[in-house]
C-alpha cells in the first residue's frame, strides 16, 4: 500500500500525510480490469466540503459533452 500512496501523493503533488487512511477492496476474482495485482495503484478517492457548486459545474459541463456528442451523431 505504501507504494501506491506514494504514487498518489507524488501525483498530485500532495504530501502523504494529507491522505486519509487507505482501504483495500475486497478479491474480485472474476474482474474485467486490466491493471491487477501488484501492477494497481488502486484508486484515489477525493472528499470536498462544501462542494455542492462544484459538483454543479462539473454535472452541467459534463451534460453539455454528453448532449454535445449526442447532436454530433
Do not use: Q
Not at 491487477?36 to 484508486?43: A, E, K, L, N
Amino acid at each position: 500500500m505504501a507504494g501506491a500512496e506514494e504514487f498518489w501523493a507524488e501525483l498530485v503533488r500532495a504530501d502523504r500525510s494529507a491522505f486519509n487512511k487507505t482501504t483495500l477492496k475486497g478479491h474480485n476474482p472474476k474482474t474485467v480490469r486490466k491493471i491487477v495485482g501488484d501492477s494497481s495503484r488502486g484508486c484515489l478517492a477525493i472528499k470536498v466540503l462544501k462542494s455542492a457548486d462544484l459538483y454543479r459545474r462539473i454535472e452541467g459541463s459534463w451534460y453539455g459533452i454528453v448532449l454535445g456528442a449526442d447532436s454530433a451523431t
